[in-house]
């Protein structure tokens, strides 16, 4: 029997612990960096497969990384698995049914470790959501030691791989002086007034951006009543660009210059907190998603190959590190990620089908790399040159 034929046979066997795996989760989800039920779940059944787990990993406390096939090789691969919430929605990005594909495959590998000649790491990396701990563990080195780095996430269409915008995200917090506002406005300085004009001047800088630039934001707090000159007023800001050295090196300067600047204008003082960590743009590697791209037509499974862009994601940051690759597996239907309907579908026959999908993506991407000098030579020599 072919190597291929035996790892899905075995997903095939495991596949009702990834269905019980994405219930639980879907039934309890916990939002991004108090994943503690979701962790120690999916710990406890990788360690009743015999698969040694080193807890809290990179000082994470709900990370961990597991031992899968450990082989005497140059060649080392990392499984990632995604297991945070959203708040108030649940699982409407689809993590539960990500983190059961990543534990069927880790599942169906280990059961075939004797066939597979490329050492295998299952990494659970946490706080996708918000915070990006996979760029916590990318600037941490954690992914300097792999030859590729794999997940799926779930969508409503099948693709190759995802491509992504470099991410920034700050709080713009302004400090101004309270007064009344009818009595004695010329004693106060508005928070609020310098906020606005910040943001005002965002959306001039708009205009003059790269394509692939996205500004965004809110307003978080911005006074207490009309009769008091806002003493204090906070706002929140995403800046994506589809280059991280674009990005990194012009635009976010130029937003600092203009969100000090209508500081100074207004006389407040201006205090500016990253939030979270930054995200980093996806590096496309063409020889690695030509593999996935026939694995999925040898599997049957129709992909749309289009290039558009889907938002930021952690994984970016990673591919910085090693090769990486981020295809998605279709639910079945039409529903928008990020939505309490894509939350419930996660608990419906829907989701097992994108499970077993995704499963079988990632096992025979492992065995065709492993078995495959010359395809591995191509994703690492690309990777070097980008």
């Known amino acids: 029997m072919e190597i291929k034929e035996k790892l899905l046979e075995s997903i095939e066997k495991y596949k009702e612990e990834a269905f019980d795996l994405n219930t639980f989760l879907a039934n309890n989800p916990e939002i991004s960096g108090c994943e503690f039920k979701s962790c120690e779940k999916i710990i406890e059944i990788l360690e009743n497969n015999n698969i040694k787990i080193e807890k809290n990993f990179c000082n994470l406390q709900t990370a961990f990384k597991g031992k899968v096939i450990e082989k005497d090789s140059k060649t080392k691969g990392a499984i990632l698995v995604e297991y945070d919430a959203l708040e108030g929605l649940g699982h409407a990005c689809g993590h539960s049914a990500s983190a059961a594909i990543s534990l069927l495959s880790v599942l169906a590998l280990k059961e075939n470790e004797d066939l597979i000649n490329v050492n295998i790491d299952v990494i659970g990396t946490p706080d996708e959501e918000l915070a990006g701990a996979k760029s ?24 190759p791989c995802w491509k992504f915008l470099a991410l920034e995200t700050y709080e713009f917090d302004f400090k101004g002086k309270p007064a009344h506002t009818a009595a004695s406005p010329w004693e106060g300085r508005s928070a609020l007034d310098a906020l606005m004009l910040m943001i005002h001047s965002f959306d001039l800088i708009r205009k003059s951006t790269r394509p692939g630039t996205i500004i965004e934001g809110y307003i978080k707090e911005g006074g207490l009543t009309t009769n008091i000159i806002p003493e204090r007023a906070k706002g929140i800001y995403a800046i994506r660009s589809d280059s991280t050295k674009y990005l990194q090196e012009e635009l976010m300067p130029w937003i600092f210059k203009a969100a000090n600047a209508s500081a100074k204008a207004m006389e407040t003082n ?38 558009k862009i889907f938002g930021s994601s952690d994984m970016g940051s990673v591919s910085h590190r090693c090769p990486a690759f981020h295809p998605s597996v279709s639910i079945g239907k039409d529903v928008a990620l990020h939505t309490k309907e894509m939350a419930d579908l996660m608990k419906t026959e829907s989701a097992k089908e994108a499970i077993l999908n995704g499963a079988k993506i990632i096992s025979l991407f492992v065995e065709k790399v492993s078995n495959d000098r010359e395809l591995l030579n191509k994703i690492k020599l690309e990777y070097k040159k980008n």
């Open 136 to 159: 916590f563990m990318a600037d941490n080195g954690v992914f300097d030691e792999y030859d590729f780095a794999i997940m799926i996430h779930i969508s409503n269409e099948n693709m």
């Open 270 to 307: 201006l205090e500016i907190k990253e939030v979270g960590y930054p995200f980093k743009d996806m590096k496309w590697n063409e020889n690695g998603v030509e593999s996935i791209r026939e694995i999925m037509t040898e599997l049957n499974i129709s992909y749309n190959d289009n290039s």
